[in-house]
């Protein structure tokens, strides 16, 4: 079946400092979703892609639709401990079932 | 619009007990997924409702079932529990209308169950 390879799987950075993770698949996706969880809660979504090559931002947030469709990658600008949390992606095919990554962990030391 | 609701927040069952979840979506959205989290093994999709019939499913045994009223409300029922069982169960709702396969997801914030 479909699988999504999330990567890095935690990630522990200083304040002010980029990240960036990506998702990579088996299979073409139509959509990509990032989400984020924090701790205790449900996944938040974040951005949603629909075109390959497609480049969104949110804020300090942005995020790619590869030009492959099989796989995507966010980036987040000058971290604060407020991004600490779980991000997760998630690929569509065109019958809307999502595919959720593995998570990537992020911790952010003041 | 209010989001997703879902209760109860925590809950604290026993071996071989049985539970019930309840899951409110968003105004106007009639398909329901649920999802159990635990760590180390992500989102793993239990089952989706619309119109009060299953639309699709999961790996999970027969233990885990759920069903959806007409409101669109929906119930996910796990009898004998078991302690491999303890997770966080997430509701997630999406408009799911005829010809819509948009994948927008909206999560609640979840049901974490102990299961002692």
């Known amino acids: 079946g479909q699988q999504l390879n999330q990567s890095p799987q935690s990630m522990f950075i200083q304040e002010g400092e980029d990240v960036s993770m990506n998702c990579t698949s088996s299979?073409?996706?139509?959509?990509w979703l990032w989400y984020k969880q924090d701790p205790g809660e449900g996944p938040v979504l974040l951005i949603a892609?629909?075109?390959?090559?497609e480049l969104t931002s949110n804020g300090r947030l942005t995020a790619q639709f590869g030009i492959t469709r099989k796989d995507s990658f966010l980036n987040i600008s000058a971290s604060i401990p407020s991004d600490v949390g779980i991000y997760f992606c998630a690929g569509s095919s065109n019958t809307g079932k999502l595919i959720f990554g593995q998570g990537t962990t992020l911790q952010v030391k003041p | 619009k209010a989001g997703v609701t879902q209760t109860p927040r925590y809950l604290i069952k026993t071996r071989g007990q049985q539970v019930t979840l309840s899951c409110s979506p968003i105004s106007g959205h009639r398909s329901v997924s649920w999802y159990q989290q635990t760590p180390g093994q992500g989102l793993q999709f239990l089952f989706e409702?619309?119109?009060?019939?299953?639309?699709n499913k999961g790996n999970f045994p027969g233990r885990f079932s759920g069903r959806q009223f007409s409101n669109s409300r929906s119930e996910m029922n796990v009898s004998t529990l078991e302690l491999g069982d303890s997770a966080l169960y997430l509701c997630?709702?999406?408009?799911?209308?005829?010809?819509?396969?948009?994948?927008?997801?909206?999560f609640g914030p979840g049901t974490r169950l102990t299961v002692l």
């Open positions: 892609l629909y075109k390959a090559g």
């Open positions: 409702y619309f119109s009060e019939t299953q639309r």
């Open positions: 299979s073409i996706f139509n959509t």
């Open positions: 997630a709702s999406r408009k799911g209308l005829a010809g819509d396969h948009s994948p927008l997801l909206f």
